[in-house]
Structures are given as C-alpha cells and as structure tokens.
C-alpha cells in the first residue's frame, strides 16, 4: 500500500471514529450541560456556544488533550498508560465527570474489543483486573493509535467527539436544532484548527478551569428528573 493510500485509509478511519454514527457511548453524557439548563444559565445557542468553547479550551485543550497524547505515545506500554489514567482520575475532581469519563472509556473500549482493535483488550483486561481506571481520553489514545490513526489525526477525533457530545446533549434537551450544532460547529472551527497546529500540553503542564460545568457535574446527582449520566 503507498503512502498516500495509507494516509487515505486512516482519514477514512478518522471519519468513522468522529461520527455520530459510532456507538461510542457518547450520547449518554451532557458534562454539567443539563443542569445548567435547567437553572436557565445556558439558555440559548448564544450560551451554549460560550459553553461549548470554554469545554474545549479550558478543559480538553489544557488536560484531556494531554491524557490523550500521552496514552497515544506511552502505549503499549500498558503501566505507563495506567499512570497516566491514574493522574485523570485524581485530577478529574466532580464525581460525576469522573464516573462519565470512566463509563464512557468502558463503551469505546468495549466497541474496540469486539472490532479487534489491537492493544484494546489487552487494556480492557488491565482495567477489569483493577490496575487502570479507563477514562475516556486514556482509552481514545489507546485505540485510536491502535487503529493506526497518527496523534494529529487522534486528537481530531478526540476533539469533535467533545463537541458532537455537548451539542448532541444541546439537541436533546431542546436548545438547538440540527442546523444551529452545525453552524456552531462551522464557526468553532478556525479556533480548533489554531488550538490542533499547537503541540499537546504536557503532563507536567495538564490542568483545566471550568468552575461553571463542575458545580453544575456535581449537583446534577441531586437532581430529581435527569436524562443524562452527568
């Protein structure tokens, strides 16, 4: 196989990974978006568009991102990854979110077990045998380099993966139509391909600052109606 087909046949597998289409497990999950809707803080698009830059750049630019790359470089190296994944767990402070992000790795991971992705079940059995947590952006590294996606490529899929989550929970909880995730996702876009042209943070240098949506992650478990898992 040349190059160029190489490159096309990992573009091809970038596009099956992003798509909505993809039982990732991702529907499940809103980030703290329910219930600040329901306290009438992001109430329109207009919000929701402030809401869905501050997810990505002060939360997946500065930690997840990092999580990722790491895990997309260390493996596999199976206890370098699970440090890793340790370091996720003790910085990913609201229950909730800390529960989403390791559900959330446990249905990718699971998807990429039964496709055989290589390095997937070797991970997964780590985690059921309790020596990794299994967050979710730990488990994109792993499968998506397993895939034979390159990290750029990886860390595309990662990032419109956040993006189709918060604007698929927008849909559901009746915020926005189709057409308005579409555009927001349009005009979020220069700032994406400027963040994606920049290397990853660092684990050394991995933090995020979103006091909004934890607050909110962490009172949507006393919520009396919820439709989402955080």
């Not at 440090?83 to 390791?102: C, F, K, N, Y």
């Amino acid at each position: 196989m040349s190059e160029a087909q190489h490159g096309a046949v990992a573009d091809l597998a970038a596009l099956q990974f992003g798509d909505s289409f993809f039982p990732s497990g991702a529907v499940s999950f809103s980030l703290g978006l329910e219930t600040l809707h329901a306290d009438g803080i992001v109430a329109d698009a207009a919000s929701l568009e402030e809401f869905l830059a501050d997810q990505v750049m002060d939360r997946w630019a500065t930690a997840e991102r990092a999580f990722l790359a790491a895990a997309h470089e260390a493996c596999p190296d199976w206890p370098a990854v699970a440090e890793i994944d340790a370091l996720q767990e003790a910085m990913t402070l609201p229950r909730e979110l800390r529960e989403g992000s390791r559900k959330g790795g446990a249905a990718l991971l699971g998807v990429h077990a039964r496709m055989e992705t290589p390095g997937a079940a070797a991970y997964r059995a780590l985690i059921r045998a309790g020596e990794a947590h299994g967050h979710l952006a730990v488990v994109q590294g792993v499968v998506l380099k397993g895939s034979g996606l390159d990290l750029a490529r990886a860390e595309a899929v990662g990032l419109h993966g956040l993006c189709a989550t918060i604007l698929g929970a927008a849909l559901r909880l009746g915020l926005i139509g189709h057409l308005d995730g579409q555009i927001m996702l349009r005009g979020l876009r220069p700032r994406m391909a400027a963040l994606l042209a920049e290397p990853a943070p660092g684990l050394d240098e991995a933090r995020s600052y979103a006091p909004l949506a934890d607050v909110a992650a962490a009172r949507h478990e006393e919520a009396a109606v919820r439709l989402f898992s955080n």
